[in-house]
Protein backbone atom coordinates (compact mmCIF):
# COMPACT_ATOMS: atom_id res chain seq x y z
CA UNK A 1 0.00 0.00 0.00
CA UNK A 2 1.44 3.40 -0.99
CA UNK A 3 0.66 6.06 1.61
CA UNK A 4 0.05 9.91 0.57
CA UNK A 5 3.53 10.58 1.26
CA UNK A 6 5.15 8.14 -1.32
CA UNK A 7 2.17 8.87 -4.05
CA UNK A 8 3.98 10.08 -7.36
CA UNK A 9 2.47 12.78 -9.37
CA UNK A 10 2.85 14.22 -12.66
CA UNK A 11 2.19 16.51 -15.46
CA UNK A 12 -0.12 13.57 -16.55
CA UNK A 13 -2.33 13.34 -13.24
CA UNK A 14 -2.14 16.65 -12.09
CA UNK A 15 -3.68 19.53 -11.75
CA UNK A 16 -3.10 22.51 -9.86
CA UNK A 17 -4.75 24.97 -7.95
CA UNK A 18 -4.39 28.66 -6.82
CA UNK A 19 -6.76 30.09 -3.77
CA UNK A 20 -7.45 33.68 -3.22
CA UNK A 21 -4.35 35.24 -4.51
CA UNK A 22 -5.81 38.72 -4.71
CA UNK A 23 -4.43 41.99 -3.16
CA UNK A 24 -7.01 42.56 -0.22
CA UNK A 25 -5.51 39.28 1.27
CA UNK A 26 -1.86 39.43 0.69
CA UNK A 27 -1.45 41.96 3.54
CA UNK A 28 -2.92 39.77 6.16
CA UNK A 29 -0.15 37.06 6.35
CA UNK A 30 2.09 37.59 8.73
CA UNK A 31 3.77 34.33 9.29
CA UNK A 32 6.09 34.59 6.32
CA UNK A 33 8.06 37.80 5.50
CA UNK A 34 6.33 39.46 3.05
CA UNK A 35 8.75 39.56 0.17
CA UNK A 36 9.76 36.22 0.69
CA UNK A 37 6.22 35.01 0.25
CA UNK A 38 5.37 37.27 -2.89
CA UNK A 39 8.98 35.52 -4.28
CA UNK A 40 6.97 32.12 -3.77
CA UNK A 41 3.81 33.05 -5.08
CA UNK A 42 5.32 34.45 -8.28
CA UNK A 43 8.11 30.75 -8.30
CA UNK A 44 4.66 29.01 -7.46
CA UNK A 45 2.87 30.91 -10.71
CA UNK A 46 5.51 29.69 -12.90
CA UNK A 47 4.85 25.22 -12.10
CA UNK A 48 1.08 25.26 -14.02
CA UNK A 49 2.86 26.86 -17.48
CA UNK A 50 5.71 24.99 -16.61
CA UNK A 51 4.27 21.37 -16.74
CA UNK A 52 1.12 22.23 -18.86
CA UNK A 53 -1.26 21.75 -16.00
CA UNK A 54 -4.73 22.65 -15.83
CA UNK A 55 -5.38 25.12 -13.85
CA UNK A 56 -7.63 26.18 -11.36
CA UNK A 57 -8.08 30.45 -9.88
CA UNK A 58 -10.01 30.63 -6.80
CA UNK A 59 -11.42 33.91 -5.52
CA UNK A 60 -12.80 37.16 -7.58
CA UNK A 61 -11.69 40.57 -8.30
CA UNK A 62 -13.86 43.33 -6.38
CA UNK A 63 -13.66 46.15 -3.93
CA UNK A 64 -13.14 43.98 -0.60
CA UNK A 65 -11.01 41.62 -2.11
CA UNK A 66 -8.94 43.82 -4.64
CA UNK A 67 -7.63 42.35 -7.99
CA UNK A 68 -5.34 39.07 -8.29
CA UNK A 69 -2.18 39.26 -8.07
CA UNK A 70 -0.70 40.02 -11.37
CA UNK A 71 1.28 36.62 -11.79
CA UNK A 72 -1.77 35.15 -11.09
CA UNK A 73 -3.97 37.14 -13.70
CA UNK A 74 -1.58 36.15 -16.01
CA UNK A 75 -2.30 32.24 -15.74
CA UNK A 76 -6.01 33.42 -16.16
CA UNK A 77 -5.43 35.59 -19.09
CA UNK A 78 -3.57 32.25 -20.40
CA UNK A 79 -6.71 30.23 -19.73
CA UNK A 80 -6.67 29.05 -16.41
CA UNK A 81 -10.27 28.17 -15.48
CA UNK A 82 -11.57 30.94 -12.57
CA UNK A 83 -13.91 29.91 -9.61
CA UNK A 84 -15.69 32.39 -7.52
CA UNK A 85 -17.49 31.35 -4.37
CA UNK A 86 -19.66 32.07 -1.34
CA UNK A 87 -17.89 29.77 1.07
CA UNK A 88 -14.19 28.95 2.18
CA UNK A 89 -14.30 25.59 0.31
CA UNK A 90 -13.52 26.01 -3.72
CA UNK A 91 -14.96 22.75 -3.76
CA UNK A 92 -18.26 24.14 -5.90
CA UNK A 93 -20.28 22.11 -8.06
CA UNK A 94 -18.65 23.99 -10.89
CA UNK A 95 -15.10 23.29 -9.70
CA UNK A 96 -15.54 19.74 -9.00
CA UNK A 97 -17.62 19.11 -12.42
CA UNK A 98 -14.30 20.86 -13.98
CA UNK A 99 -12.20 18.63 -11.73
CA UNK A 100 -13.86 15.81 -13.10
CA UNK A 101 -13.84 16.34 -16.64
CA UNK A 102 -9.79 16.70 -16.71
CA UNK A 103 -9.95 12.70 -15.73
CA UNK A 104 -6.69 13.42 -12.99
CA UNK A 105 -6.87 12.49 -9.24
CA UNK A 106 -3.55 14.34 -8.31
CA UNK A 107 -4.34 18.32 -7.10
CA UNK A 108 -1.50 20.35 -6.55
CA UNK A 109 -2.84 23.42 -4.00
CA UNK A 110 -1.57 26.91 -3.05
CA UNK A 111 -3.00 29.30 -1.05
CA UNK A 112 -2.81 32.74 0.47
CA UNK A 113 -3.91 31.80 3.95
CA UNK A 114 -3.46 27.88 4.64
CA UNK A 115 -5.46 27.99 7.45
CA UNK A 116 -8.60 28.87 5.93
CA UNK A 117 -9.74 28.43 2.38
CA UNK A 118 -6.63 26.24 1.04
CA UNK A 119 -7.87 24.08 4.50
CA UNK A 120 -11.34 23.57 3.54
CA UNK A 121 -10.82 23.24 0.19
CA UNK A 122 -8.19 20.82 -0.09
CA UNK A 123 -10.21 18.48 3.11
CA UNK A 124 -12.95 18.83 0.43
CA UNK A 125 -10.47 17.31 -1.99
CA UNK A 126 -9.50 14.82 0.05
CA UNK A 127 -12.98 13.65 1.08
CA UNK A 128 -14.08 13.56 -2.86
CA UNK A 129 -10.92 10.97 -2.56
CA UNK A 130 -8.16 13.25 -4.58
CA UNK A 131 -4.66 12.86 -3.87
CA UNK A 132 -3.96 16.58 -2.45
CA UNK A 133 -0.21 18.13 -2.41
CA UNK A 134 -0.46 21.14 -0.47
CA UNK A 135 2.79 23.75 -1.02
CA UNK A 136 3.07 25.48 2.57
CA UNK A 137 5.81 28.03 1.76
CA UNK A 138 3.12 29.90 -0.79
CA UNK A 139 0.58 29.85 2.02
CA UNK A 140 0.54 31.74 5.61
CA UNK A 141 -1.69 33.29 8.04
CA UNK A 142 -2.13 35.40 10.75
CA UNK A 143 -1.06 33.56 13.70
CA UNK A 144 1.51 30.90 13.73
CA UNK A 145 -0.80 28.44 15.89
CA UNK A 146 -3.66 28.18 13.43
CA UNK A 147 -0.86 27.75 10.72
CA UNK A 148 0.39 24.88 12.19
CA UNK A 149 -2.84 23.30 13.46
CA UNK A 150 -4.18 23.52 9.85
CA UNK A 151 -1.06 22.02 8.46
CA UNK A 152 -1.12 19.20 11.57
CA UNK A 153 -5.12 19.04 10.07
CA UNK A 154 -4.15 18.76 6.53
CA UNK A 155 -1.52 16.23 7.60
CA UNK A 156 -3.71 13.87 9.68
CA UNK A 157 -6.47 13.69 6.87
CA UNK A 158 -4.02 12.44 4.35
CA UNK A 159 -2.47 15.39 2.15
CA UNK A 160 0.92 15.41 2.03
CA UNK A 161 2.07 18.88 2.92
CA UNK A 162 5.23 20.48 1.71
CA UNK A 163 7.72 23.26 1.22
CA UNK A 164 8.99 23.57 -2.61
CA UNK A 165 10.58 26.43 -2.62
CA UNK A 166 12.52 27.41 0.46
Not at 6 to 24: C, K, N
Request: aromatic share 8%.
Amino acid sequence: MTTSALHRMTPESAVIAYVDYVTGLDNLITTIPGRVFRNNIQAFAKVSPLFGLPTAVFGEENDYYGTFLPEIRALIDAGGKTFPRSTPSGCTPDFMAWLAATGRRDVIIGGISIDNCTLHTALDLLRAGYNVQVVADVSGSNSLLAESTAIARLQAAGAVVSGWLN
